[in-house]
């Protein structure tokens, strides 16, 4: 086919065109059919135009892929002044790396970081910017889920506007927990409409989870994450140290996540929480034990490793949620209304194992667990000290969710549910007796602390 012929092809709406596009010297043009200039001359584009003609005009469909690169990197001693891993990274070329390193202009960063992670860590991160000579603001906010609003993200547009940043080359810091990560990449999203951001995370929950996505958010009207985009960072650094001085109970509020993607998909992870729980429970995921009898993996490590690879198994080919069926909303179907009807009572995870513990007898209701599997697993949420029912998660309050939930969800309820330990499947078909029954039974088993 020459260059000036079309490749034409007939839908019911009539002829449409194909066009590829290609840049020479600067300047792009469209071309139909596969791009063919100079033997290989020019940049060929993945976007295509596709142009057709009917009895009111012509209408032009654009199709232009969007593709987003970020790392997720495991490191020790992230605030170490021999690490660079805080400034560079993020960067998968070594020579510009190196460029970055031998140029004179001095880097700059602006942090933000949660204000109690400010009085633990902050002196740390001073010393470490101050030791490589580095320009940069710190600004410590209240990143708690009653202030997760626009108002934290305008204050930190603010600050990043006086600050004045390079969009390209650096990158705005967030330090915390989860509600801080997604603040901070909504105000990235935002400024000058997407401007690159690094996720350090501080506690179990945003490290395993908060942390290795693409969303971010923040409350309105009540309503958890109402507001926000699919923006990923262009790395996140993953320091497990930073848990030393998580409390305990919001160590356990991490494990929840762990556990959903356990019994979501991963029958091994489900025994070594199991077996394993307690102690890292117990020892803030610092624990050293060696389990495999080789010495080359500790519980800690093994656990969240597993818990971060089948969660970017999940994520990675479905980053923009184009597909509604999800096995990591497991937990997520009625936990977000009961956050924040009783909010701050509950924490993000504890309130996801309530919905999941839910969601257990629902499965047993429709036989996909055995009694025996069904005890296991809420045993288990007992010994990471979960809790696993809630005097406000009412009926009515199910049924408001998920209701809400089949509104925007294009009419279908999709609910995973998991099949066996390590195993799940999305269902649309539960029936209203059915939650109600299983609903009735987690309350007579589970209700008032039993």
């Given at each position: 086919m020459s260059h000036t012929e079309e490749p034409k092809h007939a839908t019911s709406k009539g002829t449409v065109t194909e066009y590829s596009l290609i840049r020479v010297n600067g300047t792009w043009s469209r071309q139909a059919g596969p791009c063919t200039?100079?033997?290989?001359?020019?940049?060929?584009?993945?976007?295509?135009?596709?142009?057709?003609f009917n009895g009111h005009g012509v209408t032009w469909t654009v199709v232009s892929p969007i593709i987003?690169?970020?790392?997720?990197?495991?490191?020790?001693?992230?605030?170490?002044?021999?690490?660079?891993?805080?400034?560079?990274?993020?960067?998968?070329?070594?020579?510009?790396?190196?460029t970055q390193r031998n140029n004179s202009k001095p880097l700059r960063r602006l942090v933000v970081i949660d204000e109690t992670v400010n009085d633990l860590y902050g002196g740390q991160?001073?010393?470490?910017?101050?030791?490589?000579?580095?320009?940069?603001?710190?600004?410590?906010?209240?990143?708690?889920?009653?202030?997760k609003s626009m108002d934290l993200v305008t204050r930190i547009l603010e600050e990043v506007h006086r600050f004045g940043i390079d969009r390209r080359s650096e990158p705005i810091i967030a330090i915390g927990g989860g509600v801080c990560l997604d603040i901070v990449g909504l105000a990235a999203s935002l400024y000058r409409r997407r401007t690159?951001?690094?996720?350090?995370?501080?506690?179990?929950?945003?490290?395993i989870d908060a942390s290795v996505g693409a969303k971010t958010g923040v409350n309105f009207f009540s309503c958890k994450n109402k507001l926000g985009s699919y923006t990923p960072p262009v790395a996140a650094f993953l320091d497990r140290s930073f848990m030393k001085t998580v409390p305990r109970r919001h160590i356990s509020?991490?494990?929840?996540?762990?556990?959903?993607?356990?019994?979501?998909?991963?029958?091994?992870?489900?025994?070594?929480?199991?077996?394993?729980?307690?102690?890292?429970?117990?020892?803030?995921?610092?624990?050293?034990?060696?389990?495999?009898?080789?010495?080359?993996?500790?519980?800690?490590?093994?656990?969240?490793?597993v818990a971060i690879v089948t969660m970017l198994?999940?994520?990675?080919?479905?980053?923009?949620?184009?597909?509604?069926?999800?096995?990591?909303?497991?937990?997520?179907?009625?936990s977000p209304e009961l956050e924040m009807t009783v909010l701050p009572e509950l924490?993000?995870?504890?309130?996801?194992?309530?919905?999941?513990?839910?969601?257990?007898?629902?499965?047993?209701?429709?036989?996909?667990l055995t009694e025996d599997e069904v005890q296991r697993i809420i045993s288990c949420m007992k010994r990471l000290e979960l809790p696993v029912w809630h005097q406000q998660c009412s009926e009515e309050l199910v049924q408001n969710s998920l209701s809400a939930r089949l509104k925007h969800s294009g009419g279908l309820l999709r609910m995973p549910l998991p099949t066996g330990l390590g195993r799940a499947e999305i269902f649309n078909d539960t029936e209203n007796t059915t939650l109600s029954q299983a609903f009735r039974k987690w309350c007579a088993e589970l209700g008032s602390g039993r």
């Open positions: 200039h100079g033997h290989g001359q020019g940049q060929p584009s993945d976007a295509k135009i596709y142009e057709s987003f690169t970020y790392r997720v990197v495991e490191c020790e001693k992230l605030l170490d002044a021999n690490n660079d891993t805080l400034l560079f990274g993020h960067i998968a070329d070594p020579e510009e790396v190196q991160v001073v010393a470490y910017f101050k030791s490589w000579k580095v320009v940069y603001k710190l600004l410590p906010l209240p990143t708690t889920e009653e202030n690159p951001y690094i996720r350090v995370p501080t506690t179990l929950l945003s490290y509020n991490g494990m929840a996540e762990m556990l959903k993607m356990a019994l979501m998909k991963h029958k091994g992870l489900f025994e070594l929480l199991e077996k394993e729980g307690r102690r890292l429970l117990d020892s803030a995921f610092q624990s050293s034990d060696v389990i495999n009898g080789r010495g080359c993996t500790d519980a800690a490590s093994l656990a969240t490793r198994e999940e994520l990675a080919p479905n980053l923009w949620e184009d597909d509604l069926d999800r096995l990591v909303d497991f937990g997520h179907l009625i924490l993000h995870g504890e309130a996801v194992n309530i919905d999941m513990a839910f969601m257990v007898f629902v499965s047993r209701e429709r036989g996909f």
